[in-house]
């Protein structure tokens, strides 16, 4: 397990759309990085590539697995109704240091443009989604994301930095914050679905990736 979590984690730091290259992993390298034999880095490429992060091409190596554009607007729109579920519990079941620890995120980038701080808000940034999907309290929805999160991240990542969809991105997430804060479920429902089914709108018209 020490070799899968650690190639997991690996992966789900890539920039994998940010790049037009494939991103290859090389066995022998990852070896010496994680100091074990060549064994338990095959077992945990055989249930990466079970699970749908990797693919193994004869000949070639293994690929972290790029989504077609397609693909990715579907994944989104099934993050947004979980999301947006989460949203709604988190409302009701979350408690008040949860909640102000959403706003807590942004503190530093209310007083200087966040254009200047794009690699630290974009941080920011996926760790308020997974903190609304972990306050709704449902375990299964918590399961459900994890294996989206890889694909959620990188696309996050690279769109937060296109056009002005960065002051587009805060205002909504404290608007949010607002409604968890106001303990209003159908607001705080709402405006999660509204915020990430926008982003399958910026996607739909900015978005580069694998056909």
């Not at 997991?8 to 940010?18: E, H, L, N, P, S």
């Not at 390298?29 to 338990?40: A, D, I, Y």
């Not at 880095?41 to 070639?60: C, D, H, K, N, W």
Request: proline residues 2%; aromatic residues 6%; glycine residues 4%.
């Amino acid at each position: 397990m020490l070799a899968y979590d650690a190639l997991k984690r690996a992966i789900t730091q890539m920039d994998i759309y940010g790049a037009t290259t494939e991103f290859r992993l090389d066995e022998r390298q990852l070896s010496e990085t994680l100091g074990v034999s060549r064994t338990p880095i095959r077992e945990a490429m055989t249930v990466l590539e079970q699970e749908g992060f990797v693919r193994s091409v004869p000949r070639r190596g293994i690929f972290v697995v790029r989504k077609t554009k397609r693909e990715i607007l579907d994944l989104i729109v099934v993050w947004a109704a979980l999301e947006a579920m989460a949203a709604r519990l988190a409302a009701t079941h979350a408690s008040d240091h949860e909640i102000a620890s959403l706003r807590r995120l942004f503190h530093e980038f209310e007083a200087q443009p966040l254009a200047n701080h794009m690699n630290e808000y974009s941080e920011a940034n996926i760790a308020f989604h997974q903190a609304v999907i972990r306050m709704g309290g449902c375990r299964l929805i918590v399961d459900m994301t994890e294996n989206l999160f890889l694909h959620m991240r990188a696309i996050r990542a690279i769109s937060v930095r296109q056009e002005n969809r960065h002051e587009i991105s805060m205002r909504e997430h404290m608007a949010i914050i607002d409604a968890l804060e106001k303990r209003d479920p159908d607001l705080a429902e709402r405006l999660v679905r509204e915020h990430t089914m926008g982003l399958a709108a910026h996607v739909e018209r900015h978005g580069v990736f694998p056909e």
